[in-house]
């Protein structure tokens, strides 16, 4: 059931995780580094831009330090 919500609502799931995960719950040591990554981030969502905020959220992760700079792909 879970798998077909998000393949139906793709876009809303994608944009719910990245908002809550990274841009209310993230943690970082350079804030206005993250934060103008975080415009470039809402700009790719309007535009649905995903591979470009695939790219961007990436780097959030790599600034975030929950993650201590670890890979996760």
């Given at each position: 059931m879970?798998?077909?919500y998000v393949n139906l609502n793709k876009n809303e799931v994608i944009e719910a995780c990245?908002?809550?995960n990274l841009r209310y719950d993230g943690?970082?040591?350079n804030q206005s580094k993250a934060d103008g990554l975080?415009?470039?981030a809402?700009?790719?969502i309007s535009n649905?831009?995903?591979?470009?905020l695939f790219g961007?959220?990436?780097k959030l992760y790599e600034l975030d330090e929950r993650t201590?700079?670890?890979d996760f792909s």
């Open positions: 879970i798998e077909e990245f908002f809550f943690v970082y040591a975080i415009g470039d809402l700009i790719a649905s831009d995903y591979e470009e961007i959220v990436e201590m700079g670890g």
